[in-house]
């Protein structure tokens, strides 16, 4: 079953188009991940979906039925967790989750179980009483999490939702999209940081320019690229290398060069004469290799290849 259809979505900001002509289509038990550098798109495209954000022109379909002609249905059956924390500082953890799930009708004793079952899942229990001003980043996360599960909705949009979080915290919130995933939900997850997308999605759309340029599994993603090589290249020391020069070496695609450690990364095209190429330049410029590496390519690589970019530049 199609949990979600996107056609020919656009978005425009005045004269700038944000979103545009998107289509796609979610199937139910899929964590399909959003992958985008800043400004690809993400954002307002799940605006959309939730229906914060009104569209320009396209279709969304929410389980089979058009979000414009019944956006309760669709209400009922999202839980946003969005890119900003929303929760109100004022209430305990117990009352913010009481307070959104009642906005999806539910009342009483049913209310307060599922209340209750919300902060168990985000391990919020023991501080369902506190207030979120005395909550780490990573708490204020969880809380935001379980305001948006309550009323088990069947599709979870969650934007960004490790960004600025203690590692604890993060690896509860990844452990905690498989486990809705196990639980039957179908999950949205954008991000871009490419290894959390690696581990808990089982297909990407990779985004640019509110366009989606590529779509499938890692895997599927991974074999558009037949050319290209990654080379992790550990030296002495950074100090002597002018990166710019590095990048003029024929072949060469990419250079990531780590400040703290003496480590580059080499996006290189599949030639032997392009590595003899490098590692001659590093020799005859007297710089010191201590270890070459070859790396599978990464989702990293993928999008570099197919926009150019670094995810994070
Ligand atoms: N209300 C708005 N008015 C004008 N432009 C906007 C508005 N909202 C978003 N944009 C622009 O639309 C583009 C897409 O933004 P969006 O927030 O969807 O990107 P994103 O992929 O979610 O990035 P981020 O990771 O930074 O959230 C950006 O160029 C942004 O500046």
């Given at each position: 079953m199609n949990v979600l259809q996107l056609t020919n979505l656009t978005k425009k900001f005045g004269s700038f188009i944000a979103v545009d002509n998107l289509s796609l289509t979610i199937k139910e038990g899929e964590i399909f991940g959003f992958l985008g550098s800043n400004g690809a798109g993400k954002s307002t495209t799940i605006n959309m979906i939730a229906s914060l954000l009104k569209m320009t022109e396209g279709d969304i379909t929410v389980l089979g039925k058009d979000i414009n002609k019944d956006r309760k249905y669709a209400k009922l059956n999202i839980g946003l967790v969005p890119q900003d924390i929303a929760i109100y500082e004022d209430l305990t953890a117990y009352e913010n989750v009481r307070f959104f799930a009642g906005l999806y009708g539910l009342r009483g004793s049913e209310l307060n179980e599922r209340v209750r079952e919300a902060l168990k899942f985000v391990g919020l229990t023991d501080r369902q009483k506190s207030y979120p001003k005395d909550f780490s980043g990573g708490m204020k996360r969880r809380l935001n999490i379980a305001c948006a599960i309550a009323h088990r909705p069947k599709l979870i949009i969650m934007d960004e939702p490790t960004v600025g979080i203690d590692p604890q915290s993060r690896n509860h919130i990844l452990e905690s999209v498989k486990e809705l995933n196990?639980?039957?939900?179908?999950?949205?997850?954008?991000?871009?940081?490419?290894?959390?997308?690696?581990?808990?999605?089982?297909?990407?759309?990779?985004?640019?320019?509110?366009?989606?340029?590529?779509?499938?599994?890692?895997?599927?993603?991974?074999?558009?690229?037949?050319?290209?090589?990654?080379?992790?290249?550990?030296?002495?020391?950074?100090?002597?290398?002018?990166?710019?020069?590095?990048?003029?070496?024929?072949?060469?695609?990419?250079?990531?060069?780590?400040?703290?450690?003496?480590?580059?990364?080499?996006?290189?095209?599949?030639?032997?004469?392009?590595?003899?190429?490098?590692?001659?330049?590093?020799?005859?410029?007297?710089?010191?290799?201590?270890?070459?590496?070859?790396?599978?390519?990464?989702?990293?690589?993928?999008?570099?290849?197919?926009?150019?970019?670094?995810?994070?530049?």
């Open positions: 196990r639980m039957g939900c179908t999950i949205i997850y954008t991000s871009h940081y490419m290894e959390e997308v690696e581990e808990v999605c089982t297909k990407i759309a990779i985004m640019d320019h509110g366009k989606i340029i590529a779509e499938g599994t890692k895997e599927q993603l991974k074999s558009i690229i037949t050319d290209t090589k990654d080379m992790m290249i550990e030296l002495r020391s950074l100090e002597n290398i002018d990166l710019e020069q590095l990048k003029d070496i024929t072949g060469i695609r990419a250079i990531q060069a780590d400040e703290d450690t003496s480590t580059i990364k080499i996006n290189s095209e599949l030639e032997v004469n392009n590595f003899n190429n490098i590692i001659q330049y590093f020799i005859s410029n007297d710089i010191e290799i201590r270890s070459l590496e070859e790396n599978a390519p990464s989702l990293e690589t993928v999008f570099l290849t197919l926009t150019g970019r670094n995810l994070r530049d």
